[in-house]
Nanobody
Framework: QVQLVESGGGLVQAGGSLRLSCAAS????????MGWFRQAPGKEREFVSV????????AYADSVKGRFTISRDNAENTAYLQMNSLKPEDTAVYYC????????????????WGQGTQVTVSS
């Protein structure tokens, strides 16, 4: 099993930046592709970004492409989501998740989830 804990959320003005972290413990972090998802009130959980085991391949939702950057440090068992040029529509609870399958955008393909961290962007 893998335990995931997100941190780094908060309140920021539009145009600002935040860096989310996802600390993993348990089974080897490097065995998993890591994804970030978000869920706004009244909406379904949506894919944000994914990074492969080595960190050499990434993918993004169109809504965040060019503004968000996913990365990972396998020595530190941590994944990151750098969020720049934040918009009010980025407001959501952000979750990190781990999958032992190939890089996926569907939440149902992920085996382990963190508890989430709130990101609020004011206009």
């Amino acid at each position: 099993q893998v335990q995931l804990v997100e941190s780094g959320g908060g309140l920021v003005q539009a145009g600002g930046s935040l860096r989310l972290s996802c600390a993993a413990s348990g089974r080897a972090f490097g065995d998993y592709n890591m994804g970030w998802f978000r869920q706004a009130p009244g909406k379904e959980r949506e894919f944000v970004s994914v990074i492969n085991r080595s960190g050499g391949n990434t993918a993004y939702a169109d809504s965040v492409k060019g503004r968000f950057t996913i990365s990972r440090d396998n020595a530190e068992n941590t994944a990151y989501l750098q969020m720049n040029s934040l918009k009010p529509e980025d407001t959501a609870v952000y979750y990190c998740a781990a999958t032992s399958f190939a890089m996926r955008r569907a939440a149902s393909e992920y085996d382990y989830w963190g508890q989430g961290t709130q990101v609020t962007v004011s206009s």
